[in-house]
């Protein structure tokens, strides 16, 4: 999708309306008048070639919004016969590398199970950090992947040769938890995983100085959610391949930590299982034990992620995180608020997590902030249990799941949670349906912010 240079690349003037009337001024007639012509309006998504003095092409004018810059070129790479192409406007670097985000994310195919044509333009990367550009692809292609693969060939045992693949490419530390020692130290994610043929595991990697700061990542790692024995109807299990979207933009974000070197002692906690039915499965009103000590009261089987994240959260506040971050497809509630490209975030410390949504929008990756709500804690302390994993109100799902999961973190850890849904409903250019990345530049850019941008 890229390349470093060329000496016979075609220039892409990227403009929205109001910018090609300025474009025509200064474009040479022959130009001018062919734009004339045709009736392009630049509008976004669309684009025109303009011939050249001998035939070829001598320009591509890109429509877009004003403010795009992310998804400016993202419908070319499809549309653009096989050639070199850069990037012709006035943008500071930080624009253009993220157009060329877009781009790449533009060529972006799933092509596993079904032979698929590939775009073959090329954009020369000129900005100012092309390796930051390619990893951002490289790691948001990863998440699309893993979640676009059906359970059928992803189960708890593939995600964790995923990982371990991913830790040895790095150097990493890799372990994973299962089988008796499961049952005896994880209980909540054994319960939860005991009725699927394939065994639940905890997934755990380790990468960077010991002596720096401790960042631990959490990912919600259901390959394959049922509902459980409050079965989910047909309509609703159709999406639930991508239920361990939180695992794969853990091991997503590790990768970008690890490709471009940040300065941090990562450690990643993978739970993964899937939630099944089966004559030994977890039933509503059972009370679990958790690897904390709390116990749970079961008020819905179909609640399963924060269940499972409870011990990974444990475990990571026990190894000395100084900060955690958790990416879960966790509630519906949260798309009925925010819908699906808005995930929301949640944290202890609300001037982080308002800083992180005011950088989220600025690098045109969204995410809003929301309260930990501490009145709604209450519907979650039922009479027989410490907690439970569903509330009293069919209101406000989204912040009693963080107030469940919020439990779980030791106090003074920097705790941050973000409800994701990981998935495209419908195409659009650079977004195809399916598998989505979400939060991850800004999440990454953010760390880069508080540990120092690496060299």
Not at 138 to 148: E, I, K
Not at 196 to 202: C, I, N, T, V
Not at 241 to 248: E, I, L, R, S, V
Not at 278 to 296: E, F, H, L, M, Q
């Given at each position: 999708?890229?390349?470093?240079?060329?000496?016979?690349?075609?220039?892409?003037?990227?403009?929205?309306?109001?910018?090609?009337?300025?474009?025509?001024?200064?474009?040479?007639?022959?130009?001018?008048?062919?734009?004339?012509?045709?009736?392009?309006?630049?509008?976004?998504?669309?684009?025109?070639?303009?011939?050249?003095?001998?035939?070829?092409?001598?320009?591509?004018?890109?429509?877009?919004?004003?403010?795009?810059?992310?998804?400016?070129?993202?419908?070319?790479?499809?549309?653009?016969?096989?050639?070199?192409?850069?990037?012709?406007?006035?943008?500071?670097?930080?624009?253009?590398?993220?157009?060329?985000?877009?781009?790449?994310?533009?060529?972006?195919?799933?092509?596993?199970?079904?032979?698929?044509?590939?775009?073959?333009?090329?954009?020369?990367?000129?900005?100012?950090?092309?390796?930051?550009?390619?990893?951002?692809?490289?790691?948001?292609?990863?998440?699309?992947?893993?979640?676009?693969?059906?359970?059928?060939?992803?189960?708890?045992?593939?995600?964790?040769?995923?990982?371990?693949?991913?830790?040895?490419?790095?150097?990493?530390?890799?372990?994973?938890?299962?089988?008796?020692?499961?049952?005896?130290?994880?209980?909540?994610?054994?319960?939860?995983?005991?009725?699927?043929?394939?065994?639940?595991?905890?997934?755990?990697?380790?990468?960077?100085?010991?002596?720096?700061?401790?960042?631990?990542?959490?990912?919600?790692?259901?390959?394959?959610?049922?509902?459980?024995?409050?079965?989910?109807?047909?309509?609703?299990?159709?999406?639930?391949?991508?239920?361990?979207?939180?695992?794969?933009?853990?091991?997503?974000?590790?990768?970008?930590?690890?490709?471009?070197?940040?300065?941090?002692?990562?450690?990643?906690?993978?739970?993964?299982?899937?939630?099944?039915?089966?004559?030994?499965?977890?039933?509503?009103?059972?009370?679990?034990?958790?690897?904390?000590?709390?116990?749970?009261?079961?008020?819905?089987?179909?609640?399963?992620?924060?269940?499972?994240?409870?011990?990974?959260?444990?475990?990571?506040?026990?190894?000395?995180?100084?900060?955690?971050?958790?990416?879960?497809?966790?509630?519906?509630?949260?798309?009925?608020?925010?819908?699906?490209?808005?995930?929301?975030?949640?944290?202890?410390?609300?001037?982080?997590?308002?800083?992180i949504q005011d950088l989220s929008f600025a690098v045109e990756d969204p995410l809003w902030q929301m309260p930990l709500f501490e009145p709604y804690r209450q519907q979650i302390q039922p009479a027989i249990a410490d907690i439970s994993n569903t509330g009293t109100s069919s209101f406000g799902g989204s912040l009693t799941a963080a107030l469940f999961l919020d439990h779980f973190v030791e106090s003074g850890i920097d705790w941050y949670h973000l409800d994701i849904y990981a998935w495209n409903l419908s195409d659009r250019p650079?977004?195809?349906?399916?598998?989505?990345?979400?939060?991850?530049?800004?999440?990454?850019?953010?760390?880069?912010?508080?540990?120092?941008?690496?060299?």
């Amino acid at each position: 999708m890229f390349i470093d240079s060329s000496s016979r690349s075609i220039p892409v003037y990227s403009v929205d309306k109001a910018g090609l009337e300025s474009w025509k001024q200064s474009a040479p007639p022959a130009w001018r008048d062919w734009v004339e012509a045709s009736g392009f309006k630049a509008g976004a998504g669309s684009h025109l070639l303009v011939p050249g003095e001998h035939g070829g092409i001598g320009a591509v004018l890109a429509g877009r919004e004003s403010t795009d810059r992310l998804w400016a070129l993202a419908h070319l790479p499809a549309a653009l016969p096989e050639g070199d192409y850069h990037l012709e406007v006035d943008w500071a670097d930080e624009e253009r590398d993220r157009a060329a985000v877009g781009w790449g994310l533009g060529g972006y195919r799933f092509d596993r199970y079904k032979q698929l044509d590939r775009p073959r333009a090329r954009l020369v990367l000129d900005g100012s950090e092309p390796e930051r550009v390619r990893a951002f692809v490289d790691a948001s292609c990863f998440v699309r992947d893993l979640v676009n693969t059906p359970a059928i060939d992803l189960g708890p045992g593939e995600l964790a040769e995923t990982a371990e693949g991913l830790a040895d490419e790095r150097a990493a530390d890799f372990q994973v938890f299962q089988g008796e020692r499961l049952e005896r130290e994880f209980p909540a994610i054994h319960v939860v995983g005991q009725a699927a043929s394939r065994a639940p595991r905890l997934i755990r990697m380790q990468w960077g100085r010991e002596d720096a700061p401790a960042l631990a990542l959490v990912g919600k790692g259901v390959i394959f959610d049922s509902g459980g024995l409050n079965i989910k109807p047909g309509s609703g299990m159709v999406l639930m391949k991508k239920d361990m979207g939180g695992a794969a933009h853990v091991l997503g974000l590790a990768k970008l930590i690890m490709t471009l070197g940040l300065d941090v002692n990562l450690r990643v906690y993978i739970p993964a299982v899937e939630n099944a039915i089966a004559g030994n499965a977890y039933r509503p009103s059972d009370i679990i034990r958790t690897r904390k000590g709390t116990s749970v009261e079961i008020g819905n089987t179909d609640a399963e992620g924060r269940v499972v994240l409870s011990d990974a959260l444990t475990l990571a506040s026990e190894e000395g995180a100084e900060r955690i971050i958790d990416f879960a497809t966790l509630t519906g509630a949260a798309r009925v608020a925010l819908g699906e490209d808005l995930p929301p975030i949640y944290a202890r410390d609300i001037d982080s997590a308002r800083t992180i949504q005011d950088l989220s929008f600025a690098v045109e990756d969204p995410l809003w902030q929301m309260p930990l709500f501490e009145p709604y804690r209450q519907q979650i302390q039922p009479a027989i249990a410490d907690i439970s994993n569903t509330g009293t109100s069919s209101f406000g799902g989204s912040l009693t799941a963080a107030l469940f999961l919020d439990h779980f973190v030791e106090s003074g850890i920097d705790w941050y949670h973000l409800d994701i849904y990981a998935w495209n409903l419908s195409d659009r250019p650079g977004r195809p349906a399916g598998g989505e990345a979400q939060g991850l530049r800004s999440i990454w850019q953010w760390l880069a912010d508080v540990y120092g941008t690496p060299d």
